[in-house]
Each structure stands twice: as structure tokens, then as C-alpha cells.
């Protein structure tokens, strides 16, 4: 049987250093989910196939089913199947990803009812942070606020010659766990930190001049709490620095470690997992590069 629906949704690194909850960045690591007529179930391949539920509790079913709530109609029986890439719990963005399959399998097997923006507020809605769903669905790197209710989401353009370079801890980071950790309050003198430094990030990525990307980085709003559940965190980034990355962070909540590259992406890698292997942790790297494409379905 032919499936009726397949879509293709990028793995996400959010945060991007500074810009904690407003920047994110798609990445070229897919997930894909495939719909076919049949009995309401699940079924899972690849990371995550020993522990992800095949129930309506699993996060692509449960996007699925949001999407038909939200449509006002009854959930039509399926069977979603999902060959995931993106693994879980690393700061990838992989339930973004689930929720984004699920949403958007939803609006092209009801006959694409709902926008790129209406799926994205409700993908956003979901997850409390839109800085994985926006680049997820739009791919590229996307800046994204809240003006009250209102959520403003706007494109950074990528230049094409930079490699993504991903030390990958077999340790995970649940995102809950990792946001727990932020505290409420922040200083003004962290404020600007954070500021300053988005801002150069974003002109940097605009401008292709990645000389200070370095600087463009850096974080003090979630980093240095988060070292706390992963302490070789800045060892690994002072690795890749010093191996040539133009620039590194933790990406999203973590685990992972992002490195971007002109360049000596293996040594990178090598010396990422090597600063990592010095304090226990054992991890795979993954070199790919920033995809401008987000979710897409495919025939
Ligand atoms: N901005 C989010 C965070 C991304 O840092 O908690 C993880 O989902």
C-alpha cells in the first residue's frame, strides 16, 4: 500500500549560543513520517524504536490528533510511520520535529487547511518555545518573539559555505530537566552580554563575515547553569575552538555541542570528542550543514 502523506522535517539546533528561546537554525538530519489508511497505531524506526510509544501517547500522533481537534473534526484512523534520524534528547530538536510531523501530516491529509504561521502557533504553543518549531517548518535560521500574543518570526539568511560539526554525547539532556535549571531573574550586566552578542550573530550570519563569530556565541542566560548537568560542556566548546571552529555552544538544551566550521570539520569533530573522552563521556560526531529547507512532503 502507498502511503498517502510523506513528509520530510529537519532536526533543529535552537539557542544557537546567545539567543536563548529567539534563534534557532535548521539542520540537513531528517525525520520522516509516512501516513497510510488503516488502524489508528504507530509504528517506529530507527532512534528512539526501544522506548518510543506506538500509542496515541507517541508526540507524532499526538500532533496528528491536535491538528484535527483544532479543525474540529474526529481523528481519521492511520497508521503514521516514522523513521526517525534525529536523535533524542541531545538538543536536536527531536520533539519538535515529532510535532511538526505530526501537524503537518494532519493539514496535507485533511487538504492542506491551515498555513505555515497557523501550524507554527500551534506547534509553538505546544512546546512553550518556538525556537525549534519556526526553523523546523521554515528552515534556515529564524528569529522568533512573542509581542504579547503575538509570535513574530523572521529569517536570517545562512551563508552557504559553513558546516555544522555536532559532537553528539551518548549521555542525553532532557530538555524539562536542563530548563529547570535557568534561573527566573537575570542582571542587567548578563542582559547585555546576551544582547550584544545576539546581535553580532545575526550579522554575521547576514553578512557571511564570521571573523567574530567567536564572540557571537558566546552565553551567559543558559550555559553556565546547564554545565551543571554537563560539566566537560566547556571543555568540549574550548576543543573545538581551539581545533578552528568559527564558532561553538550547546545546542538547544543539550546535550549535543554545535560547532560551525569553514573548514577542518573532522578535526573539529575528533577534538570535540576527544576533550569529551577525557571526562568519560563517550559521544558520535556528526558533520552536515544548515539546511535553508524546513518541512517538506515528498511523493
Ligand atoms: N530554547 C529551548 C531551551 C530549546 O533552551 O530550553 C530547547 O527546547
Request: charged fraction near 20%; proline fraction near 5%; aromatic fraction near 8%.
Amino acid at each position: 500500500m502507498n502511503p498517502k502523506v510523506i513528509l520530510n522535517i529537519p532536526a533543529t539546533s535552537a539557542n544557537m549560543g546567545p539567543g536563548l528561546d529567539c534563534l534557532g537554525i535548521a539542520l540537513d538530519v531528517w525525520n520522516t513520517v509516512k501516513v497510510f489508511d488503516g488502524n489508528s497505531s504507530v509504528d517506529v524506526n530507527g532512534y528512539g524504536e526501544e522506548v518510543l510509544p506506538r500509542d496515541e501517547t507517541n508526540l507524532v500522533y499526538k500532533g496528528f490528533a491536535e491538528f484535527f481537534r483544532v479543525i474540529d473534526q474526529a481523528v481519521p484512523p492511520v497508521k503514521l510511520v516514522c523513521e526517525n534520524n534525529i536523535k533524542l534528547a541531545r538538543g536536536m530538536g527531536s520533539s519538535s520535529a515529532a510535532l511538526v510531523g505530526g501537524l503537518y501530516a494532519a493539514n496535507s491529509y485533511a487538504g492542506n487547511l491551515k498555513s505555515d504561521y497557523e501550524i507554527l502557533n500551534i506547534a509553538a504553543s505546544w512546546e512553550g518555545h518556538p525556537d525549534n518549531v519556526a526553523p523546523a517548518i521554515f528552515g534556515g535560521m529564524q528569529i522568533c518573539l512573542y509581542d504579547n500574543h503575538e509570535l513574530i518570526v523572521s529569517s536570517v539568511e545562512v551563508p552557504d559555505d559553513i558546516m555544522a560539526v555536532l559532537f553528539i554525547p551518548e549521555q542525553p539532556m532532557p530538555t524539562e530537566k536542563a530548563r529547570k535549571l535557568l534561573s527566573l531573574e537575570i542582571s542587567r550586566s548578563d542582559a547585555i552580554y546576551n544582547i550584544s552578542r545576539s546581535a553580532l550573530l545575526v550579522q554575521a550570519f547576514t553578512t557571511g563575515d564570521m571573523s567574530k563569530l567567536r564572540y557571537a556565541t558566546q552565553d551567559k542566560l543558559h550555559q553556565p547553569a546547564r554545565q551543571k548537568l554537563f560539566f566537560p560542556m566547556n571543555n568540549i566548546i574550548r576543543a573545538a575552538m581551539d581545533a578552528g571552529a568559527l564558532g561553538a555552544f550547546l545546542s538547544g538544551a543539550g546535550s549535543a555541542i554545535l560547532a560551525f566550521c569553514r573548514g577542518r570539520e573532522y578535526t573539529v569533530g575528533y577534538e570535540m570528542a576527544d576533550a569529551a573522552m577525557k571526562s568519560g563521556i563517550d559521544g558520535d560526531i556528526l558533520v552536515t550543514i544548515p539546511s535553508v529547507k524546513g518541512v517538506y512532503e515528498s511523493t
